[in-house]
């Protein structure tokens, strides 16, 4: 896509963090905004700001885990504003950090029917759209869990991991089919979103802010306890919207949000070349 101006933007997980940043800066590109989200408040205040700024912007609650809940976002964007051209498959949660013997099958659901489930539903609902009229460009949330490996969070690293071979995946195909649809892959490192807070969406969770204590143990704890401080001084979310617009326009497929992690991701490629076993991923420090 060469231009954003009057098209229409769909952004998952829209209501806080990256999402909402994407809409933001959306908006500021002269687009029309569906916002789609499960906590319905965060939605409403997200719209009613977009408005205010001059925005043409909808909200529609959705539990990306729920293939009827993309559909009706689908639906509600075409009444709208007739048609939709960007596509960001953004929601997510960072799951449970616990060894992972000890998850629960419930851990391991909740975790990928968000973050996995969410992209899958997001691709089977949005992409045939896109095709059908050819102006349009999709942008999934994976991260650098989709190439790393850190011990106690395999939930997220799986999801994030299946992230991004389906978002390859969807390329390739695309480009077989001689499709126009763009496609970018955003692989954030360390952004100060909430995400280590996303337990208070969990169904059945108590309205509270998720503690670092994970699971009762010294390594998962530790291992929340480091990334809380590392993701509170991260890249600022209105940063990463500007390099996801920047992408959408110049059809950039990788976007990573700093290079700390370039050298552990080139380290995994060799040791998988070399037949090695796996080192712990530590990014570079700036």
Not at 114 to 124: K, S, T
Not at 175 to 182: K, P, Q
Request: hydrophobic share 40%; glycine share 10%; proline share 6%.
């Amino acid at each position: 896509m060469k231009e954003l101006q009057g098209r229409t933007a769909v952004v998952t997980g829209g209501a806080s963090g990256m999402g909402r940043a994407f809409c933001e800066r959306f908006a500021r590109a002269g687009m029309r905004v569906v916002v789609a989200d499960i906590e319905q408040p965060a939605l409403d205040a997200v719209v009613a700001e977009l408005r205010g700024s001059g925005a043409e912007a909808i909200g529609v609650r959705c539990d990306v885990g729920r293939a009827e809940d993309h559909e009706a976002v689908l639906a509600a964007g075409i009444e709208a504003f007739g048609q939709l051209n960007v596509v960001c498959l953004n929601a997510g949660v960072s799951g449970v950090n616990k060894v992972s013997w000890k998850l629960s099958a419930d851990d391991w659901r909740w975790t990928l029917d968000v973050n996995l489930w969410g992209v899958i539903h997001g691709i089977r609902t949005f992409v045939p759209h896109l095709i059908e009229h050819g102006d349009g460009h999709v942008v999934t949330t994976a991260s650098i869990a989709g190439h790393t490996s850190s011990p106690y969070g395999a939930p997220y690293n799986v999801s994030k991991h299946g992230v991004a071979t389906m978002t390859e995946t969807l390329f390739n195909e695309l480009r077989r089919e001689n499709s126009t649809v763009g496609v970018t892959c955003l692989c954030p490192g360390f952004v100060a979103t909430n995400i280590l807070d996303s337990q208070r969406n969990r169904p059945g969770a108590p309205p509270a802010r998720n503690e670092p204590r994970a699971d009762g143990e010294g390594g998962g704890n530790r291992f929340v306890e480091i990334a809380r401080r590392m993701i509170e001084g991260g890249k600022p979310p209105a940063e990463v919207a500007d390099l996801v617009h920047d992408a959408i326009l110049t059809d950039q497929f990788w976007l990573f949000t700093d290079e700390v992690w370039d050298a552990p991701i080139e380290r995994r490629h060799r040791e998988i070349e070399e037949r090695r076993p796996p080192t712990l991923p530590t990014p570079k420090r700036t």
